[in-house]
Every structure is written in structure tokens, then in C-alpha cells.
């Protein structure tokens, strides 16, 4: 006798369990991290209790929070509207860059520029920089059948030095004591906060943007195209749905969302380009847009429990000595439990004694 | 535990020798299926049903889709568990949790979709997954001979040493049986398995399973084809709606009342003819060549006309080019040299959108893969084509009254049952996704409509109606090209005859001139008309 294995294919996808699996993938991560951290001889529990104190237990925890889930949101959706359509977009992070790099030039260009001229201008140029930069692997994509997943992956990199290059380079402020960074931003080019607080206007246009991609994906024509190519992209063919034009609107949409959470973060938190304006955001978006399951509503709850991890891996830092890439672990895991649970949705187990 | 308290015979071939006669007596019962339940959610797919198969005899499971055919072949192969009920081999109860097990008790199964690796030669097919009997080394020569064996005592002849890719379809099939008696298996399950056969090639494949019923093979033939049916098959049962309706001798019964106990109503094989009225030419092909899948060519300079009132027929064996002549039509596979004409308007290697703009329709041989979403509701297939035009459309939005209107009128015309418009397709009947694709692509009025084994699968009733609305919609001038291996179904609805064999139209005729005998000789390749 022995016991053994079996998956077996559902006849539908399991409902239940396509919610199920992303609440116990969170679970089943905190356990992980749990281990780990039993294993450098720290409390689990008192360590998850400071993290969740610290994201959420306090004004300044909870202000933080919210500042950063917003970078989360709106490349969390710019991913998530190119997953629908099957589009692997590894490359928010790089969009988000060229997003905030294209803002910045704007902002230093106009420096006497008024607030209702200069922060659309600088919304329109971090999304078209955003939508460009996503439109490379987009044509390569299009036109020449070439992997989106890596060269989106290799652009973040070209991204990311470029604008390293700008700040110790040619944009570094001649003031700054040699720090890599721009000269700060004229008054005019900040957004708005929030009281006191360091949330900003940035918060609205990720609630815009995921009503919007909401009405976009249930009630246009685009819509229906984009989720027709996602479900099935050889009926879409069949159907006359031209796969070349929706993979450069697509790619443009979703890097330009991206391109607008740069924007947002140079303008309404650094209010300056400077080195490292970023801590991953773009690659923390993939896993909020996958736990989210795509859907635009989700996602923005799912940015703010990921900021809240951000927020509370910071004061583990602060006050537990722990190295900050525990929430890059607890990240991790959370995704490879997602990704491990996925096929239990489409199948069962059934385990059967043999002889 | 099972019950059976004899450990199950090992599958794995001993080396003593098979005798031709297997000396099983052939009045015993081999098979017991008795009150098998199997429910799945929302559906009772078999309702108490008593099966029995005796050895040597050639027993027919006929039935629509959805009757619970393939469920109740898939427990007695232990893919499913019954809720309910019994089996027993030869007397004795067992239970089959796998078709490994299935297998050891000398079940097998031969699918519509041969499980051959193309490289490999017959003899490495055949012992693939076997233990060997000299391991770690391969028993090849002994299974040569064993091979050559069984094919000298039942009429399979196929050379062991031949790779499987050079073998025919016919050939192909005859490995898969040789698989299975060379697991030992008293019990051979065929699913369809005349599908892929010309019709000189069925009947040298019935000659063979009546020889192998009178050495005490015990065969379930599943088919829907009546006249398979009662051309082959000792003793019939028919299921409907999951439950057993009757099992009789066939020479006591005929197609007439046997397809009446399948769809629970009498049906009529009138042919529905009317005089061609033909009109303009609709489509043209001139010298078409297309790469297949694999990149070799697979349409090799094809030309062909449809003109406006009159249907095509294009029969052939599966595989001849028929798929990649529709999908280069369609817009979907480039064509490499030649020229395709769709209503006056040269469309070669044109988007399919602009394709379906000249009034192209076509209904394509993948249903739920190519033909609809199937997590989309009817509604929002129903819309596949059309979703960007008025009135379902206004500006950049959908307007969902408009389209629930409009799907509520495709289900009424085409009688599409389903439980509403927001139902998924997935939950669907074959028939009734059929019925829904060809009411999207009729309700364009096209020019010219392609329609690929449009009513492959489907059972009795869905069939007879997927006809009669070509037929109609030929009256009303439309150029119909219909691809069918159902070479009952090509004579029955065309007016005019095309045959593909190897990429290439191998003969053109009037359907009234043409004989099932010189199609099948054309479809072998035996034969090619030379052009008039």
C-alpha cells in the first residue's frame, strides 16, 4: 500500500478557491517568514506584530502607507491591464523611471511655469514617457515576434542608469554638495498634499485610473478586444481583432500608467529626480497586480497592503535591527505561493491509497 | 483494498507465445457494468445504466453527445469513479482507479487521437511503458516477432521495423489495436475510430475487428454513424439523457429505429434538394500553396471557384490540407504563391478583418478553441465580429442593451437552448455552441460562407439542423464551401464534389455524377480525375 498523489482537472475553475488562494498565499508566506526569522533567533510574532503596528498602528505609519501604495497602484494597473491581454510586462519599473525622468525635464524646463500649466504638462509627460519607453518592446513585440518579457526586463536596467547617469551627470544641481540629484522643483511643480501629511494628489489619479481601466476593460470596445485576445487570442484572429494595434496601445496604456507613478513620486514626494526614486515599485507592482487577480478594484486594496509591508519592513530596520529585504522575502514568498496555488484552482487533489 | 482477491494479472508481456485462438469461451459474460450513477454538478450524466459485454462479440454504445457515453467509457477505464453501482470482470467484482488498472485487467482504449510518438518505430511504440524483459535492456526482436504474430492472426499487418511517421492513418490506427492485444487485452474500447478513414480503409478495419471477434475479442464500438453501426456491431445499446433506452440484437433492429431511440423522436433522412441557382462567383482559388503547421507545404497549388447559391463540398481524409485551405481563406494562414479572390476582390494574405469586410464568413472546425471564448457569456460571443459596428456599438462604447437584444434574436432564430444569454459557453452543448456560431456568421449575410466539419460531434438532432440551415442559407444565394470527412454529409448537401488528397483538389465533379466507390478511390489517391 501506498498513498499516493493525484491531481485531477476540475470541469470549472473553482470560484472559492480563486479568492481562497491568494488570502492563504499571504498566510502561508507570513509562516515562511516565520521560520526565518525563528531561525535568527527573533520573535515571529512580536516581530509581525511591530511590522503591522508600524504600517498601520500610527498617523505617520498609516500617512506612509498610503504614500506609498500609490507608485504600487497605478504601475500595479498599468501591469494588470497588459496581463489581460496575455502581454508580459516585466518593465514597470523602468516605465515608472522614464516616466519620472520625462516629469523632471518638464519641471526644470519651466521653472516659472504656474501649477495648473505646469503639473499637466508634467502628468502628459511622464505618461507618453512611460508609453514610449513601453512601446519599444511593444513594436519588437508586434512587428517581429520578439520575447516582451525580456527585452521589457533589460530596458528597466537601461532606464534605471540613465537616470543615474542625469543626476551625477548633466542634471546634477550645482548646489547640491555633489549629491546625486536634480536641482529641486519650482513650488509651482509640487502636488498638492494632504494636510500635513506627505500623501499627495497622486492618491486621485490612481483611484481615476483604476475607474477608469474599470469602465475601460467592462464597457468599450477596446475593452472587449483586449479581454477577447486575453481569453483566447486565436479566436481574436479569427474574429478580425488586429493583435498589432492592441499590443501597442495596450503596452503604451500600461507604461504610461507606470510613466504617471514616476511622476507622481518625483512630484509630490522628492520634488526633484534624483538617484534611486524607486525602491522596486515597478517589480512590487507585478506581484500586486497578480494577488489582485487583475481586477482594477483589487488592486488598489492589494497596493495599500503591500505598502504596508514596505512601510513595516522599514520600522523592523529602525527598531528591530533587521535587515529591510525581510519584506522583499515576505514579497517573494507571497508570490511563489500564488503562483504554486494557481493550479489548484483548475484541478484537485485527491489523494488514494495503492497497493 | 479491492475486493477482487486475485492480484491482477501483470500487463507486462510474459514471453510465452500467443496463440491465435485465445480459446476464451464466447457465451460468457465479460463485462458487468449494473447500476452505474455518476453525477457531476447539475448533471446526472449516468442515470442506473446496465452494461454488459460478452467475449467475441462486437457490441455497438450509440447515443448523442451528452447521453453519458464517454462517461461511462471513462469509468470502466477508472479515469472517473462511479457514485454508484458495480462492475465485474468475468464474474468477479473489481474496482478501476486507473487505466493502469483497467489495463491489468485487460481493459484498453483506443482514442480518436492516436497516443504514437512519430520517431519511434512500431516495435518501440508498442513497448513503450512496458517493462522489458531483459532489463535494463530493450526486448526489441522478441516484440518484433510478437508483433508480426499478432498481426498474421487478425489481419493487422504493419512492418514492426517501420517508423510511425511513415505509416498512413489507417496504419497508424492498426499500431494502436496492436498495442493493446499486445498488453494482453480482452477488452478493446474504440472511440470513433472510423473518423479518419476513407472508406475502402473502413472496411478493411471491419473485416479486421470481425476476425478478432471470432478469436473471442470483446469489442465496444462507439459511433454515431447508423450505418456503422448496423453494418458492424453484434448487439446495440443506446443511451439518451444518461440513461439506458435498450440493448438488442442489431439484426433486430434498423437505422430508422435506432436513431429514434437515440434522440427520442422520429427523424427523417429526406435530403432537403432544391435546383442549384447559381449566381456569381463568390470565391476564387488560383494555384494556392500554404505551409502547414510543421512547415512543409500542405496546399500545394490549389484552384477552386464557389459561386453565389451553390454549396461545395470538400471531402478527403483528415489531414490532406483541408484545415489550412479554410484558414487561408479566412485570412488566417499566409498564403506563399497563388491567389485568393473573395467576391470579385483579391484578398491574398489580407487580415482576416478585412476579409470578414468582403463578406466572408466562416465557421471553423475548432469551435471552443478558434469559434468562441469559452468563459465569455453567449452574449459577448455572439458579438465576436460584429462588437465594433451599430447599433452594438455607440462611439468608443458598447451599448449592452442593444447587444442583449441582439443575442436574444440569434438564440430565438437558431434555437440555441441555454439557460440565458450571460450563461458561458463552456456550460454549453456542442450542438447548441454550433447552432450559436453559425447564427453569428449567418447573421452577417455573408458572400460566401466556409464551413469546416460544422457538424462534427454533434448528435442527431443538432446535426439534421446544422443542415438545414446551410441548405437554406444556400437558397438565399449565399456560396457555401463545406469541408467534411463525413462523406455522407459532403453527397447529402452539395451540389458539386471536390476531393483533396495530399494538398492538392485530386477531382472536381457534379454530386449527382459522383459515386461513394470513385470518391473513395480519389480520397485514397488511388485515383486522380485528370482536369476537364
Known amino acids: 500500500m501506498k498513498l499516493t498523489l493525484r491531481l485531477e482537472r476540475r470541469l470549472t475553475p473553482s470560484r472559492a478557491l480563486g479568492f481562497l488562494i491568494p488570502v492563504f498565499s499571504i498566510v502561508l508566506a507570513l509562516c515562511f517568514g516565520a521560520v526565518l526569522l525563528?531561525?535568527?533567533?527573533?520573535?515571529?510574532?512580536?516581530?509581525?506584530?511591530?511590522?503591522?503596528?508600524?504600517?498601520?498602528?500610527?498617523?505617520?505609519?498609516?500617512?506612509?502607507?498610503?504614500?506609498?501604495?500609490?507608485?504600487?497602484?497605478?504601475?500595479?494597473?498599468?501591469?494588470?491591464?497588459?496581463?489581460r491581454m496575455l502581454l508580459w510586462n516585466i518593465g514597470a519599473e523602468g516605465q515608472l523611471q522614464i516616466g519620472a525622468f520625462a516629469a523632471a525635464g518638464v519641471a526644470l524646463a519651466f521653472p516659472q511655469a504656474p501649477a495648473v500649466v505646469i503639473i499637466p504638462a508634467m502628468m502628459l509627460a511622464g505618461f507618453l514617457g512611460g508609453a514610449l519607453w513601453a512601446s519599444i518592446p511593444a513594436a519588437l513585440k508586434a512587428k517581429l515576434q520578439v520575447n516582451e518579457i525580456i527585452t521589457s526586463l533589460m530596458l528597466n536596467y537601461v532606464a534605471i542608469y540613465w537616470v543615474e547617469y542625469l543626476v551625477y551627470g548633466p542634471w546634477r544641481n550645482p548646489k547640491g554638495y555633489g549629491?546625486?540629484?536634480?536641482?529641486?522643483f519650482s513650488p509651482a511643480a509640487e502636488l498638492p498634499r494632504l494636510g500635513t501629511s506627505r500623501v499627495h494628489l497622486?492618491?486621485?489619479?490612481?483611484?481615476?485610473?483604476?475607474?477608469?481601466?474599470?469602465?475601460?476593460?467592462?464597457?468599450?470596445?477596446?475593452?472587449?478586444?483586449?479581454?477577447?485576445?486575453?481569453?483566447n487570442p486565436t479566436a481574436a484572429r479569427y474574429a478580425g481583432i488586429s493583435l498589432t494595434r492592441n499590443i501597442l496601445m495596450v503596452m503604451a496604456l500600461s507604461g504610461g500608467l507606470a510613466g504617471l507613478a514616476g511622476m507622481s513620486e518625483v512630484s509630490g514626494i522628492i520634488h526633484a529626480l534624483q538617484r534611486g526614486i524607486s525602491p522596486g515599485y515597478g517589480y512590487t507592482a507585478i506581484i500586486v497586480a497578480w494577488l489582485a487577480k487583475l481586477n482594477p478594484w483589487a488592486i488598489v486594496v492589494v497596493s495599500f497592503l503591500f505598502?504596508?509591508?514596505?512601510?513595516?519592513?522599514?520600522?523592523?530596520?529602525?527598531?528591530?535591527?533587521?535587515?529591510?529585504?525581510?519584506?522583499?522575502?515576505?514579497?517573494?514568498?507571497?508570490?511563489?505561493?500564488?503562483?504554486?496555488?494557481?493550479?489548484l484552482v483548475r484541478n484537485r487533489i485527491s489523494l488514494t491509497w495503492e497497493k | 483494498?479491492?475486493?477482487?482477491?486475485?492480484?491482477?494479472?501483470?500487463?507486462?508481456?510474459?514471453?510465452?507465445?500467443?496463440p491465435c485462438a485465445t480459446g476464451r469461451d464466447q457465451t460468457v459474460q465479460f463485462l458487468?457494468?449494473?447500476?452505474?450513477?455518476?453525477?457531476?454538478?447539475?448533471?446526472?450524466?449516468?442515470?442506473?445504466?446496465?452494461?454488459?459485454?460478452?467475449?467475441?462479440?462486437?457490441?455497438?454504445?450509440?447515443?448523442?453527445?451528452?447521453?453519458?457515453?464517454?462517461?461511462?467509457?471513462?469509468?470502466?477505464?477508472?479515469?472517473?469513479?462511479?457514485?454508484?453501482?458495480?462492475?465485474a470482470i468475468n464474474g468477479k467484482a473489481v474496482t478501476i482507479r486507473s487505466p493502469r488498472e483497467a489495463t491489468a485487467l485487460g481493459i484498453s482504449m483506443v482514442h480518436q487521437h492516436f497516443m504514437l510518438v512519430p520517431p519511434l518505430t512500431v516495435a518501440e511504440n508498442v513497448i513503450l511503458g512496458l517493462k522489458s524483459t531483459r532489463e535494463p535492456w530493450l526486448n526489441l526482436g522478441e516484440a518484433q516477432e510478437r508483433i508480426a504474430e499478432l498481426g498474421r492472426c487478425y489481419g493487422l499487418r504493419v512492418d514492426p521495423r517501420a517508423r510511425v511517421w511513415q505509416l498512413s492513418v489507417g496504419e497508424q490506427q492498426r499500431v494502436e489495436i496492436i498495442k493493446a492485444l499486445y498488453r494482453r487485452a480482452e477488452l478493446l474500447i474504440l472511440d470513433e475510430p472510423t473518423a479518419v478513414l476513407t472508406p475502402q480503409e473502413v472496411q478493411e478495419f471491419f473485416t479486421i475487428l470481425r476476425q478478432m471477434a471470432r478469436q473471442g475479442q470483446a469489442i465496444i464500438f462507439i459511433s454515431h454513424k447508423l450505418h456503422e453501426v448496423t453494418a458492424l456491431s453484434d448487439r446495440v445499446t443506446v443511451l439518451r439523457d444518461g440513461q439506458v433506452v435498450g440493448t438488442m440484437l442489431t439484426s433486430a433492429t434498423d437505422r430508422q429505429r435506432l436513431a429514434q431511440m437515440m434522440v427520442g423522436r422520429e427523424i427523417?433522412?429526406?435530403?432537403?434538394?432544391?435546383?442549384?441557382?447559381?449566381?456569381?462567383?463568390?470565391?476564387?482559388?488560383?494555384?494556392?500553396?500554404?505551409?502547414?503547421?510543421?512547415?512543409?507545404?500542405?496546399?500545394?497549388?490549389?484552384?477552386?471557384?464557389?459561386?453565389?447559391?451553390?454549396?461545395?463540398?470538400?471531402?478527403?481524409?483528415?489531414?490532406?490540407?483541408?484545415?489550412?485551405?479554410?484558414?487561408?481563406?479566412?485570412?488566417?494562414?499566409?498564403a506563399t504563391q497563388g491567389k485568393v479572390v473573395v467576391g470579385q476582390k483579391d484578398v491574398t494574405n489580407r487580415s482576416p478583418a478585412e476579409i470578414i469586410a468582403q463578406g466572408m464568413s466562416y465557421v471553423p472546425e475548432e469551435r471552443m478553441r478558434v469559434g468562441t471564448i469559452v468563459d465569455f457569456s453567449v452574449a459577448e460571443n455572439a458579438i465576436l465580429e460584429t462588437h465594433g459596428q451599430a447599433p452594438l456599438a455607440r462611439g468608443w462604447f458598447l451599448d449592452y442593451q442593444a447587444i442583449g437584444r441582439y443575442a436574444e434574436k440569434l438564440i430565438a432564430d437558431f434555437d440555441v437552448k441555454t439557460p440565458s444569454q450571460d450563461t458561458p459557453v463552456r456550460h454549453l452543448s456542442g450542438g447548441n455552441v454550433q447552432k450559436l456560431i453559425l447564427a453569428r456568421e449567418l447573421s452577417r449575410s455573408p458572400r460566401l460562407l466556409v464551413a469546416a466539419q460544422p457538424t462534427r460531434g454533434l448528435d442527431v438532432g443538432a446535426t439534421e439542423y446544422i443542415q438545414k440551415r446551410l441548405v437554406e442559407q444556400r437558397s438565399k444565394g449565399t456560396a457555401i464551401l463545406l469541408i467534411s470527412e463525413d462523406l455522407d454529409e459532403v453527397l447529402a448537401l452539395s451540389d458539386r464534389v471536390a476531393v483533396m488528397y495530399e494538398g492538392q483538389v485530386v477531382g472536381v465533379m457534379p454530386t449527382s455524377e459522383a459515386s461513394v466507390e470513385e470518391l473513395g478511390l480519389l480520397m485514397a489517391g488511388v485515383k486522380k480525375q485528370l482536369p476537364a
Open chain 1, 38 to 83: 525563528a531561525a535568527v533567533g527573533k520573535n515571529p510574532g512580536v516581530v509581525y506584530q511591530k511590522m503591522f503596528s508600524g504600517a498601520f498602528g500610527s498617523r505617520f505609519g498609516l500617512t506612509e502607507t498610503v504614500v506609498k501604495a500609490i507608485p504600487l497602484m497605478l504601475s500595479g494597473l498599468g501591469v494588470a491591464v497588459a496581463f
Open chain 1, 179 to 184: 549629491f546625486p540629484g536634480t536641482a529641486p
Open chain 1, 202 to 231: 497622486g492618491l486621485l489619479f490612481g483611484l481615476v485610473a483604476a475607474l477608469c481601466l474599470y469602465f475601460i476593460l467592462r464597457r468599450t470596445k477596446w475593452g472587449y478586444e483586449i479581454r477577447v485576445i486575453g481569453e
Open chain 1, 307 to 343: 505598502a504596508g509591508l514596505l512601510v513595516g519592513g522599514d520600522q523592523l530596520q529602525i527598531s528591530m535591527g533587521l535587515p529591510a529585504a525581510m519584506s522583499n522575502i515576505l514579497q517573494g514568498a507571497v508570490l511563489f505561493f500564488i503562483l504554486g496555488g494557481e493550479i
Open chain 2, 1 to 18: 483494498m479491492t475486493p477482487h482477491d486475485e492480484p491482477p494479472r501483470n500487463p507486462i508481456a510474459p514471453t510465452a507465445a500467443i
Open chain 2, 32 to 87: 458487468e457494468m449494473k447500476g452505474i450513477t455518476k453525477r457531476f454538478p447539475g448533471v446526472l450524466a449516468n442515470d442506473h445504466v446496465d452494461f454488459q459485454v460478452r467475449s467475441g462479440e462486437i457490441h455497438a454504445l450509440l447515443g448523442e453527445n451528452g447521453a453519458g457515453k464517454t462517461t461511462l467509457m471513462r469509468i470502466l477505464y477508472g479515469l472517473y469513479q462511479p457514485d454508484e453501482g458495480k462492475i
Open chain 2, 268 to 334: 427523417s433522412f429526406q435530403r432537403y434538394k432544391d435546383p442549384v441557382n447559381k449566381g456569381e462567383v463568390a470565391l476564387e482559388l488560383q494555384g494556392v500553396w500554404a505551409q502547414g503547421d510543421k512547415g512543409l507545404p500542405a496546399l500545394k497549388g490549389v484552384s477552386l471557384t464557389v459561386s453565389q447559391g451553390e454549396i461545395l463540398g470538400l471531402a478527403g481524409v483528415a489531414g490532406n490540407g483541408q484545415r489550412e485551405l479554410a484558414e487561408v481563406i479566412a485570412g488566417l494562414r499566409p
